[in-house]
Structure formats: C-alpha cells, structure tokens
C-alpha cells in the first residue's frame, strides 16, 4: 500500500499523545493514593506506579495502533457493536482512552484537594465512575453480535442478567480495591458517624468511605440481578449466590477494620491480605485435600444445586465472630459517638 493518508497520521498523533497523558495521569494517581494511605513499599515503587500507568494504557495504545495499521494495509473499517449500535471501532477507542483519560485528571484533581488538606464536598465522584465502569462494560455484552456467544436455545438465561453480572464483578473489585486504598481509621470513623448523628449531609460527604459507596451500588446491581433472574425462573440458588457474596464482603470489611483500628496499623494491609489468603486459598486446599469439597462453600460463595439457605449459617457465623472482635476493638480505642 502506499503512504499513510494525513487522517490516519492525525489519528496515530493523537492516540500517542493520549496514551501518554493517560499513562503519566494513572501513575500520579497511584502514586496520590499512596501518599493518602501512607503506604510505602520502598524506591521501586515510583517505577510500580509507571508499570500500573503503562499496563493501563498500553491496552488503547495498542489496540488502536493495530486497527490504524490493519485499515491502511486493507483499508477495511473495523465496526464494533456496543449496546447493539454499530461504531467504528477506532474511533470507539480513541473516545474511549480520552473518557477514560478525562477521569483519571478528575481523580489527581480531588486527590490532590485532599492532600493540601481542601474538603471534596461532593462524594458521588467515585461512585459516578463506577457507575461509569458498569455501564461501560455492560455495553459489550448487551449486543446483538454476542447472543450466540452467552445464549443458548434451551438456556432462560437473558443479556441483561449477563450484563449486571459484568457490573456486580466491577462493583466488588471496586469495593476490595478501596478497602486498601482508601482512608481507613478510627478518627475518620468517629466524624462520620457523629456528622449522621447531626444530619449534617455535607460533612457527611466528606467523611463516607469510598469502599462503601462502592459496596451500596454492588447492592443495588446484585439486586437488580436477582429480579431479573426471578423473572426468567424461579430457581433461588443465584439468591443464596448473590446474598453469600454480600455477606463475605462485610466479613472481609470487618477483618480489614479490625486492624486498621489497631494502635498500629501501619502493617493492617498486609495483615489483612494474610488472613484472606488464609480464609480463601489455605483453608479451602486442605478441605479439598481431605475430600471435603462439599463444605467449600464455607469459605467463598459458591453456586451448586443443592444449594440451600443453611449454605449461609457459616459465613454468618463468621461476621458475628468478626464483629464481636470489631466491637472491642472499638471499645478500647474509647471512641463516644
């Protein structure tokens, strides 16, 4: 073919320079909530922090520098299908790593408002965003072009349930991510509980913790979930599925709070993520191990269909067990609400 037409040139321009934005906005990001949380891993972390923000827009760069070469050797449009319209697929990408650009400047904007000490009294930022990554990624599974791939003749399964599974995965992910990123401890605790005590709604915003704007719309997309599933059957495993997915959530939140409320909390992170390893790769090995795989379920949620209201009695043993040691923990820091 001959040389590449200015369009195209343009187009690899700015998918370059936008790559590059993007990759140093995820890195000063990282780095912001880092410096927020007090996590400190060393020297290398500034190049982590670099990696994250390559790894992040690699994925645009490449995918559009690909489709830009494809077109000038065969100059055939590649068309995409999302929520079952029809785009060209280059220009999705573009659109897609600027939205996505435009958001991680808006994250170092309120980052760095917290850090010079600025209040951020809107708190539905990050909760916008992640309704932002539910819908997004809800829009490559709801399309015509991916029936075939998720439904079946026989199957009562509907795009729509696979489309807010996409979002209930993204809202868990979500919510474990700010359980270490976030800003967790007892002082922050005690003003948001004493603004809800006051009805104070805008000092309400600026204490609220992120993971728990995330776990609410995981709520509300499992929810959501369920009545769809409902309507197409009546089975209620995905029921005791989803509820067992809530109720390790608020274990696992209780197990992180637990240290984190501790006088010295700065190892609380890597407590945590030791004991979780423990709850969920150790413990459900050995009772494979010792053929025990029928009591997995203890452990992590798990889907069977046999699966019965009982399947809960263990995990909710566990959060009461938690939160007994939370509540001390709590009364010995002698906090008044």
Known sequence: ???????????????????????????????????????????????????????????????????????????????????????????????????????????????LREELLFKNNIPWVWGLFIVFLMVYSAGFIDSPANT?????????????????????????????????????????????????????????????????????????????????SLDVSNNYNESILIISFFMFIVRDAGILHYFKFSKNNKRASLATIFYLAILYILLPSIFMAAELKDYVYIFYPLVEENANIAWLLPILAQICLVSYLLYYRWKETKVEI
Request: contains cysteine; aromatic residues 18%; positive net charge.
């Open 1 to 111: 073919m001959g040389e590449k037409s200015f369009t195209l040139i343009l187009y690899d321009i700015i998918l370059f320079v936008a790559s590059g934005i993007f990759c140093h906005a995820v890195a000063l990001l990282s780095s912001i909530q880092s410096l927020q949380t007090r996590n400190r891993y060393g020297r290398l972390q500034t190049i982590g922090y670099l990696i994250l923000g390559l790894i992040a827009s690699s994925s645009f760069y490449n995918a559009g520098y690909f489709i830009s070469k494809n077109f000038h050797e065969k100059q055939a449009i590649e068309i995409m299908h999302w929520f079952g319209a029809s785009f060209n697929l280059s220009a999705f990408i573009l659109v897609s790593l600027c939205i996505f650009m435009t958001w991680a400047m808006v994250g170092i904007y309120r980052s």
């Open 148 to 228: 075939r791939l998720y439904l079946s003749k026989d199957s009562g399964a509907s795009l729509k349930q696979y489309s807010l599974v996409s979002a209930f995965l993204i809202g868990i992910c979500s919510t474990y991510f700010m359980f270490f990123y976030d800003k967790i401890n007892i002082t922050r605790y005690r003003s948001f509980l004493y603004q809800i005590k006051s009805k104070n709604w805008v000092k309400i915003g600026e204490f609220i913790p992120r993971w728990l704007v995330s776990f609410v719309l995981t709520i509300i997309v499992g929810i959501m979930f369920l009545r769809a």
